[in-house]
């Protein structure tokens, strides 16, 4: 069964960071690209940040830009998401996502419908 575990969420203040994880189990993630999605109450979901599967290429949300740094070790099968400078607005789930087809029209080719995607982790920035 291929599964995605993230880990390293939790209640943080303004200005805070936390490290997201994302563990694949069941399959060799090396040949995916990486995708971090959130979804705060009552909105959608959004890409957040992604990176190829060699790790030579990322992709930034504006809003996280110069904050968030993806990164990923294929030998580990695990990824990353360092948060510094954290806002309020940053407090939502965070799902990771691998997919090994690139879907047009989609975040990073990564389709919600598609691909493998783990349980989330709740980030809450708060004062």
């Known amino acids: 069964q291929l599964q995605l575990v993230e880990s390293g969420g939790g209640l943080v203040q303004p200005g805070g960071s936390l490290r997201l994880s994302c563990v694949a189990s069941g399959f060799t993630l090396k040949y995916y690209t990486i995708g971090w999605f959130r979804q705060a109450p009552g909105k959608e979901r959004e890409g957040v940040s992604c990176?190829?599967?060699?790790?030579?290429?990322?992709n930034y949300a504006d809003s996280v830009k110069g904050r968030f740094t993806i990164s990923r070790d294929n030998a580990k099968d695990t990824a990353y998401l360092q948060m510094n400078s954290l806002r309020p607005e940053d407090t939502a789930v965070y799902y990771c996502?691998?997919?090994?087809?690139?879907?047009?029209?989609?975040?990073?080719?990564?389709?919600?419908?598609?691909?493998?995607w783990g349980q989330g982790t709740q980030v809450t920035v708060s004062s």
């Open positions: 996502a691998a997919t090994g087809t690139y879907y047009s029209g989609h975040y990073c080719g990564i389709s919600r419908d598609a691909g493998s």
């Open positions: 990176i190829s599967s060699s790790g030579g290429s990322t």
